[in-house]
């Protein structure tokens, strides 16, 4: 596999039909939103296998020297493409002096969490509500657009290690309160956390198919993890990790 930055307009216009297709029905970047990211100074990648490209990533410069990855796709699954465009994007970053990435992503899609919180060490920093509206693509149809904000230190130790290979596996502790799990029948479950210092948010198993075949359920899950998730970093809570099993982590102000 090979990750590079994209130049050529021919590369861009291909990177632009792959996100497409993942995001069908809509485009989240056109050839002419990648030309300008590109032209601006920002992140434009392909992944390759051979000369097809089976990823793509592209991400804005912020006005305060940083750089927020708008959107990561990722053709094939299970080859590391995603993990190996990170370390790109990464590598890209502190050879031009940024030392921090933002991004956002749904907070119920576990893999994701564990992507982003484990495997690349980055920090939820904020819950945002409904943050892009209504999206009619196959994969957020029928549901509110809820995201998690993260921050990803380039240089921190934890970031260092996790792109070296040695993911962040925190366990949750014996005071630590479930406030929303999975029932036995994969809808949400929610418990009262009683004023506990350390808590666990569940997320479902499978929120895409689920989102497909029982919208209804899809919906409690993100009204439910609204209230946990999104109402625990209101009231200062931080996250400090995400489980195997499919946990939030998060730890109250002391």
Not at 82 to 104: C, D, M, N, P, Y
Request: glycine content about 10%; charged content about 20%.
């Amino acid at each position: 596999m090979d990750v590079r930055e994209l130049t050529a307009a021919t590369e861009l216009f291909t990177a632009s039909a792959l996100l497409a297709e993942i995001w069908r029905p809509t485009d989240p970047m056109p050839y002419e939103m990648l030309q300008v990211t590109r032209h601006i100074g920002g992140y434009v990648s392909g992944a390759f296998d051979g000369n097809t490209m089976i990823g793509a990533c592209a991400a804005f410069p912020t006005a305060d020297g940083g750089l927020h990855s708008h959107v990561t796709g990722v053709a094939v699954q299970g080859r590391g493409v995603g993990f190996a465009i990170k370390v790109h994007q990464r590598e890209w970053a502190l050879a031009r002096g940024v030392r921090t990435i933002s991004w956002t992503f749904d907070p119920l899609a576990r893999r994701n969490a564990h992507f982003n919180l484990a495997k690349l060490a980055a920090h939820a920093v904020r819950y945002l509500e409904d943050f892009y509206g209504e999206m009619p693509d196959e994969l957020n149809m029928g549901d509110p657009s809820d995201r998690l904000l993260v921050t990803w230190p380039l240089d921190s130790p934890e970031v260092t290690a996790a792109v070296a290979g040695t993911p962040v596996t925190p366990e949750p502790g014996e005071d630590t309160a479930i406030t929303l799990d999975e029932d036995s029948m994969g809808r949400p479950e929610r418990h009262d956390p009683a004023g506990a210092l350390t808590v666990a948010v569940g997320t479902p198993a499978d929120i895409t198919t689920m989102r497909a075949c029982y919208p209804d359920a899809a919906r409690e899950w993100r009204q439910a993890q609204r209230d946990a998730l999104g109402g625990a970093l209101a009231a200062g809570y931080r996250v400090t990790g995400f489980t195997l099993t499919g946990y939030y982590l998060l730890e109250g102000p002391r």
